[in-house]
């Protein structure tokens, strides 16, 4: 199982961008995803999740600017950043809970995906 995540670049201020987190693998299912950015010296951070059904948590300095949704079919997740800010910049990571099958067998498991540069210029 693999988590790919792209999208990312550089922006001015106001600007928008989309994330894209695609999953590929022989998956049974995706349960919550979820988005963390790290920006240089800092800790990684969560920035919005979104459960298996729908249910979307947002960190409140991105409430209202970022929006998470995915398409299980066709199992990518994306955030759309808007009104993009300098204390957006960062790298931006996707992480899921997979349900992945192995003959017969389902494992669960957590999986990263390798993280997309998001550049925000005043």
């Known amino acids: 199982v693999q988590l790919q995540a792209s999208g990312g670049g550089l922006v001015q201020t106001g600007e928008s961008l989309k994330l894209s987190c695609v999953a590929s693998g022989i998956i049974f299912s995706i349960g919550t995803v979820t988005w963390y950015r790290q920006a240089p010296g800092k800790e990684r951070d969560l920035v919005a999740s979104i459960a298996q059904y729908g249910s979307t948590n947002y960190v409140d300095s991105v409430n209202g600017r970022f929006t998470i949704s995915r398409d299980n079919g066709k199992k990518t997740i994306w955030l759309q950043t808007n009104s993009l800010k300098p204390e957006d910049t960062a790298v931006y990571y996707c992480?899921?809970?997979?349900?992945?099958?192995?003959?017969?067998?389902?494992?669960?498991?957590?999986?990263w995906g390798q993280g997309t540069q998001v550049t925000v210029s005043s």
């Open positions: 992480n899921a809970d997979i349900w992945w099958k192995s003959g017969a067998a389902v494992h669960p498991g957590n999986f």
